[in-house]
């Protein structure tokens, strides 16, 4: 218990005392992101019914008084209110509709939260065959790392039933700071996608903008504050600048330790352009920027942050 | 006189009793832009020598009291302060340089100012040119267009010796509301190109995002409020969004009327290829923005706001 | 029957002999492609059982020889050696797996082979699902458009088990002059994929260059003779140039008419992004390729040849 | 002389006998190309007039039998027939129009032949000042590497005055095997710039599609069948393909040492972007081209082979 005592003792106690009156809810998929997630559900009071392919990963949340059962269908057969937060597509797909999946055992009326970012059609698909069991999906993609699922300061994004949004928002409330209803389901992957896409963009033209800057003789703290001035502005010129030493507390100044990977951006760009492939949307740039983060996977710059982009250009050709 | 009748009289007034006391400004280049800033010289009272290749974009400012001369070279033999705005690299070469130019006639001590958007090499050679001859060039291009150029709200972007600034400022801050120095001579049109570019990526990345988010779903002024307060955010997302109907008073929403034209775009992104060719400096993204404005310029994109890239990427394919 | 009195009756009246000893081959999908290949395989004395989603398609092959039935369950019914050619990678789902589907009837050792042009991951899902019947698949996408059809000139590249290719070589010989055997199930589709997608990418360079060529004077008949005695040369620059009159017989001299449409081309490369994307493979300039295309499809040039690349970036930019 | 011994000692002799009908050639840029270049002159029975900016590159050349010079002008003021070949625009800027170059003592009706590889521009700037003091310009780039220039089989690409070919004609076909007469001053290095452009499209694309149909179980002898046979064919995949082990004798099969370094298809890809930009011609693939031999350049592939940009887009992403 000792890992809650600076300060958010109290809420422990305050939300054990009302658990009696919750009914419990499920939990599939608890690494990295999953893990504090399920913590906020069960510091609010929830009991938490919780299961993962690898079954270590429950131990901590068991230890702090979550229910661990063998599979997605366990979990349906115990909980009519179940999030979902997995890696990828294929996942999702397994844990709805495999063998020992979710839809096996699902009860009617039960309310299921996929808060993975995947492709907005498996999301689809997966709405239309809970529906078929008389179950209701919702995508609710994140943003926001591990730092901010420890917090309960993520951002929800969410599509599905309007109807069936406030039910959602209350689970959602105790893990993130912002919820956001997008319209219908899918389209809370659709925003998510949509807006990593544009921050990729953002970045490396932030990172080509430096350097080409830095080379034409320009100081990349006045060049930095040219930009964030006028036009140039974006999220990566002025709050998470790709230059080491231009802003304090920003991977770029921390050997790009920490922040968003760049094979985790290669993925959200892999799925950005399966959609707009899928839907014959032209995406020049998106399509160039997923090029570049995995071209950066495979050398060397898998497990740095995304800002890294300004490291991987700025190397000067040798004689 | 009765176009400064609207409430702007007593500054003109007050301007013109203090004239006596000024040196006279040359001016060079009387086009959409150099018009209105040699008019707000005069304004503030200083006396102006102009001159231009089209002897007739001379004629409003010699109404409102300009002196206006034959050659850059006779500007130079009246006055030791000059300020050029020309549209391209090749121009300035031919009037700082050329048969008539500048620096024919050019006295000891005079201070140079070019606000055109050109190649820095090309303003380090001019400098070089204008020190054989005993005088100082700064470059100090400018952001903002017609509407800032009349208001006196330009942006300048100065480069030179750090000695001279002080001097310059005297004359840039009567024809715009901010002078921001950038170092060596220069980096002002580095700066200015680097700004440049860094928007055209985001512009395009934004027009892209939002393309795809409405066919994935997304009501496009809810995606604009989920970019705006998430990583996705830049200057065309929250203050010039290329959708028509997310915003009011942007080019978008008229019909990508105004603003800044597709082909200028492309000018200026041709400078930043030249200067990144040139510095062996790779810009990925912008080379392909490049790339694009060049094929919108040539496909009836060429005079509307280079936001209408949306327009551009949006059109369904047909059956 | 009058459509083949120009010298193939002959062929026909020993086909027709012959056609006793032969056992029926089913045919699913008598589109443009689907029709010819399916007379070709008549012409070869086998008795055809044939469907198709549009009933009126079938009605010139009946009235030649076949037997039309109502499903793909029909056909495999009926035939133990079967033939598909559908547009994209849902259809093939949809006949092989859907409730009318060949699998539904399909009879243990039944050769089924798929033509259609779709993604090598489908390709390998469904020659599990037939295996799981019993049933052996394999992948023999077609290069060659419908005059090759028409003519039995295609060239089919074929995955799957080696030890069955013989049995399905026997048929494809009937309707194409190369058959090459590619490997494992999925690689006939991976070597049509990866063979478009270096041709889309020889055919835009090419039309850059001739373009860029011919603005700095050059003659383009004179500059493809450098390109090909040179090592610019390639399929696009000798064989299917697209500048129109340099070459005789091809699309760039009959207005972009004919050929192979801007669309199909931006499906092979939707096809080759989405095989890139799942492997994690980069291709810049396939990925840029596909997104010119995408952008040409919905831009006026839907049904123009693909080498009408040219034509969309040769305007010059107006004034 | 000893270097002559193996079989080449008669045409020695020959050349040396007929020496003296001939008047002298002017040779400017000793380096890697220029010097077996000069050789052959000198083999062909030609006096050479030669100068480097680095005396010591003159030293086998003298041993030989040319003679040495301090300056271009120098050269000019002995010979009425020189052949310029320099690393880059500013060298032959320099060469010709500098203090002590050319151009300061040429003589009415020399004839001058520039072999560098520059900016067409460039070209044309020179023979304008070449003209004026009754000089001739013409350009002749070559294609094929330094051993082609030993063995007098280099490839001339030659823009200039119709009438005056026949004369370049003569010297160049001491040097090379193929001289191909492109049109005006300039086209020379247009047909250069545009041959090596489409060839790094077609080497990347080639790179590409062999690692995506690898990474789809393809054999890559058998991949590079299928290609050649098809419409993906090119130079790249037919006669030096970038995989190792497909070819023999090709620089992917000696660790790509060898062949034309990275460095200098970006350089050439620099010129076709410049000149294109200039000309306002969209080379979208071209672009991204030179985007990528520019990241290469400086990321460790400087001084391998272009081919190897296969190596580096194979690499698999780690975990």
Same sequence: chains 1, 2, 3, 4.
Avoid at 26 to 41: E, V
Avoid at 182 to 191: F, M, W
Wanted: proline content about 5%; charged content about 20%.
């Amino acid at each position: 218990m000792g890992r809650f005592e600076n300060g958010s003792k109290y809420v422990w106690v305050v939300s054990l005392r009302s658990m009696a009156s919750k009914t419990p809810v499920g939990f599939i998929g608890l690494g990295n992101m999953g893990s504090p997630m399920a913590t906020n559900l069960l510091k609010n009071g929830y009991p938490v019914i919780a299961t993962d392919v690898f079954p270590e990963s429950c131990k901590e949340l068991q230890d702090i008084g979550a229910q661990v059962v063998d599979s997605p269908a366990d979990v349906a057969d115990r909980a009519d209110r179940i999030i979902t937060m997995l890696p990828s597509s294929p996942n999702v797909i397994e844990v709805y509709t495999g063998p020992n999946g979710i839809l096996k055992k699902v009860k009617k009326g039960t309310l299921l939260i996929d808060s993975s970012t995947i492709d907005p059609a498996v999301s689809r698909e997966m709405a239309k065959a809970a529906e078929k069991m008389g179950a209701v999906f919702m995508d609710a993609p994140v943003s926001g790392g591990v730092g901010a699922a420890s917090l309960a300061k993520l951002t929800f994004m969410v599509g599905g039933l309007e109807e069936e949004y406030e039910a959602a928002q209350e689970l959602l409330t105790c893990m993130g700071a912002n919820v956001v209803y997008c319209g219908q389901v899918g389209t809370g992957q659709a925003a998510k996608i949509c807006n990593n896409m544009l921050l990729a963009i953002g970045m490396i033209g932030t990172a080509e903008t430096m350097n080409l800057g830095i080379r034409l003789g320009l100081d990349p703290k006045l060049l930095t504050k040219i930009l964030n001035m006028s036009s140039g502005r974006c999220w990566s010129s002025d709050k998470y600048n790709p230059v080491p030493g231009v802003m304090e507390g920003v991977p770029s100044s921390n050997n790009y330790q920490g922040g968003f990977g760049t094979t985790l951006m290669a993925k959200d760009l892999g799925l950005a352009q399966n959609t707009a492939t899928n839907t014959k949307t032209p995406i020049p740039l998106g399509s160039l920027a997923h090029q570049i983060y995995r071209v950066m996977s495979s050398r060397g710059y898998a497990n740095k942050d995304f800002s890294s982009i300004f490291q991987f250009l700025r190397e000067e050709e040798g004689q």
